[in-house]
C-alpha cells in the first residue's frame, strides 16, 4: 500500500469510527457513488446512494420484485394502447419541503432523455410526458411499449423548482469532467436526507422525519454514515473492528474469517451481474496495440481466440475461490432470454487458440493494453491480472492498466478505451436493456455503452422493434435471434456472473438485495 493510500485508509477509518448504535448504521462500499446528480451515471453503487435519498415512480424492494414508490398505479390506457398512465402518490413532499407533483415528474424525465444523461437509452421509446393534472402522468411511446414501467426503476424525481433554483436544469456532463450543484447537492423525496458529503470520503444521511413511507417501512436506520474503503484489506479490518456494520463487498478471501467473528454474518446471493471484456472491433487502427496499419480485434478470429484463452473455471477456483458462475454470455440467469445453451462457454483450448490466431494473420502474437478498475468489481484488478497470463499462453501479450472507477468509466463513455473490462446488472430483467446499451450502433439514443464500434443496421432494427412487440412469443424469438448473432461475432467475452458476498453485524436484520443495491427503510435491528 502507497503512503497515500495509507493516509486516505487512516483517515477514513477515523471518520467511520464511533460508538455503536441501533440507529446508526456504518456503512462501507470499495468505491463511492460517482454523482449525485440522479441522471448523470448508470451506474450501480451510484443508483444505490441514490435510492436513499431519491425515488422513482416504481422500484425494487429487496427481492427483486417491482413495488410502488412515487406511484401508487400504473397501467396502459384504455383510450390509447401507446399512452401509459400513472397515478402519483399524494402528500409527499421534498427534504426542502415543496410539494411533489406530476410537474416534477415531467421536468426528471424531460431532463433523462437529453443527451448527456445517461439513462436515455431507458427512455428512447417515448414520445412524450405530459401532466394531466397534479398527479396523473401519461406517457406516450413511439408504438405500444409493453415494459415500459420496468425501465423506470432507477429513474429518480427531481424537484423542478430546486433544479431550477440552482442552475440544475441541466444533466451534469460527467464524462467531460463538469461539476455541477447537482453533482454535489440533492433534495429527493426519499427515506434520508443528505446532511454532508465529501466524495471518496464520507456521506451522512439522515432519516426524512417527513418520509411518506414511515408508516409501511421498519426505518429503524436513522442515521447512515457511508464511508468508500477501496483496500480490501482495511475495509475488512473496519467490520472486524466494530467501526463499520456493513460491508457491501467482502473479498472472497476473508469469507472465512468475517463469517466466523462473533457478532459477524455474511449473507449470499447470486447477482444479477456478469463481468466480461469488451473489445474495439470498428476502429481500423487501434492506438495501444502492436500492429501498425490494422485492428486484430476486428478479426472474428482473433475475438473467438481470446475467448477460448480464457481458462473460467480457473478464475472461479483460483481468483474468485468458487464465488462466482463462470458463463458464456453476457446475460444474468435473471434476464428474460437467458438460456442454459447461450450460458454455456468454450473449454480454454490454448492450440485451438493459437490456430484460429494464425488463421488471421496473427500466428507470431501482438500487444494490446487491457484497461481495467480496481475498485468496482470483486476481485476486478485480480481477474484482469490472471486473464493477462491466460492471453499469454497463445502469444498475446496484455499490458494491464488499472485505475479507479472514476477515471475507467469515462475512457468507455469517450470512447478511449480498446480492451477493457465491464461488467453488467439488469434491472429490468429484460434483454432489451443489454441490447440497447451495449449492442445496438452508438448513437444519441441507443448504445452509450457501446464501446466496440460494433454496427449492423438490421439488429439496430430488431433491437428497436422490441420496444413496441407486444406479442411476447414473437418478442421472444426476436431475442433469441439478436443473441444468436452476437455470439456469432463474438461481441464480448464474457467471464462470469458475480456472487454477492455482504458482511454485516449479525444484529442487522436483512436479505441480500440481488441488484446489490441495499434500501436502508427495509432494515430492521434484531434486540435481545
Not at 456493513?246 to 444479477?272: A, H, K, M, Y
Not at 458462475?325 to 487458440?353: C, H, K, R, S
Not at 450502433?441 to 422493434?465: C, F, H, M, Q
Request: charge should be negative; glycine fraction near 6%; charged fraction near 25%.
Amino acid at each position: 500500500m502507497t503512503l497515500r493510500n495509507s493516509l486516505l485508509c487512516a483517515t477514513a477509518l477515523a471518520l467511520v469510527a464511533g460508538a455503536a448504535s441501533a440507529e446508526t448504521l456504518r456503512w462501507a462500499r470499495a468505491g463511492d457513488s460517482l454523482t449525485l446528480d440522479p441522471h448523470a451515471q448508470n451506474e450501480g453503487p451510484t443508483h444505490a446512494l441514490a435510492h436513499q435519498i431519491m425515488e422513482p415512480l416504481v422500484m425494487r424492494d429487496m427481492t427483486g420484485a417491482m413495488v410502488p414508490a412515487l406511484a401508487t398505479e400504473w397501467g396502459p390506457s384504455e383510450d390509447d394502447p401507446n399512452v401509459w398512465v400513472f397515478q402519483l402518490r399524494e402528500g409527499v413532499t421534498f427534504h426542502d419541503g415543496a410539494d411533489f407533483t406530476a410537474e416534477d415528474v415531467v421536468f426528471s424525465f424531460n431532463r433523462a432523455m437529453t443527451p448527456d444523461s445517461d439513462m436515455k437509452e431507458l427512455l428512447s421509446s417515448i414520445a412524450e410526458v405530459r401532466a394531466v393534472d397534479d398527479y396523473t402522468v401519461e406517457f406516450e411511446t413511439k408504438g405500444r411499449n409493453p415494459i415500459l414501467p420496468n425501465n423506470f426503476t432507477n429513474l429518480f424525481i427531481m424537484d423542478r423548482g430546486w433544479a431550477e433554483a440552482n442552475n440544475a436544469v441541466e444533466v451534469q456532463d460527467y464524462e467531460g469532467g463538469e461539476d455541477t450543484f447537482a453533482a454535489r447537492n440533492a433534495n429527493g423525496t426519499g427515506p434520508y436526507r443528505l446532511v454532508s458529503r465529501e466524495p471518496d470520503v464520507r456521506t451522512v444521511l439522515e432519516m426524512n422525519e417527513s418520509y411518506w413511507g414511515a408508516g409501511e417501512f421498519p426505518m429503524e436506520v436513522t442515521r447512515v454514515e457511508y464511508t468508500p474503503i477501496q483496500n480490501a484489506a482495511t475495509r475488512v479490518a473496519a467490520l472486524l473492528s466494530g467501526e463499520v456494520d456493513f460491508i457491501q463487498d467482502v473479498p472472497v478471501q476473508d469469507l472465512g474469517r468475517v463469517g466466523e467473528s462473533e457478532g459477524l454474518d455474511v449473507r449470499t446471493t447470486p447477482q444479477n451481474r456478469t463481468i466480461f471484456f469488451g473489445m474495439n472491433q470498428g476502429a481500423d487502427d487501434l492506438e495501444t496495440d502492436s500492429v501498425d496499419g490494422a485492428n486484430p480485434l476486428a478479426d472474428v478470429n482473433v475475438r473467438r481466440a481470446l475467448n477460448m484463452a480464457l481458462n473460467r473455471p480457473a478464475i472461479q477456483q483460483v481468483v474468485m475461490r468458487d464465488q462466482s458462475q463462470p458463463t458464456g454470455v453476457i446475460m444474468p440467469p435473471f434476464v428474460n432470454g437467458w438460456t442454459e445453451e447461450l450460458d454455456q462457454y468454450p473449454e480454454a483450448d490454448i492450440e485451438q487458440a493459437k490456430a484460429l490466431l494464425e488463421e488471421a494473420g496473427y500466428g507470431d502474437g501482438f500487444s494490446i493494453q487491457l484497461d481495467c478498475p480496481n475498485d468496482r468489481y470483486v476481485n476486478d484488478e485480480a481477474i484482469c491480472q490472471a486473464a493477462v497470463g491466460m492471453f499469454a499462453q497463445i502469444g498475446v501479450d496484455v499490458n494491464l492498466n488499472a485505475m479507479p472507477k472514476a477515471q475507467f468509466f469515462p475512457l468507455i463513455s469517450n470512447g478511449e478505451t480498446n480492451f477493457y473490462m465491464l461488467g453488467w446488472g439488469v434491472p429490468t430483467y429484460d434483454s432489451e436493456y443489454i441490447f440497447n446499451f451495449l449492442v445496438h450502433t452508438r448513437t444519441d439514443e441507443r448504445g452509450s455503452w457501446n464501446n466496440t464500434g460494433y454496427s449492423k443496421p438490421e439488429l439496430d432494427e430488431k433491437i428497436v422493434a422490441l420496444a413496441s412487440e407486444t406479442d411476447l412469443d414473437a418478442r421472444n424469438e426476436m431475442i433469441a435471434e439478436i443473441w444468436a448473432q452476437v455470439q456469432e461475432d463474438r461481441l464480448y467475452l464474457p467471464i462470469h456472473h458475480q456472487v454477492l458476498n455482504w458482511g454485516v453485524r449479525a444484529d442487522v436484520d436483512t436479505i441480500v438485495d440481488p441488484e446489490d443495491s441495499p434500501k436502508f427503510k427495509y432494515f430492521s435491528f434484531t434486540r435481545s
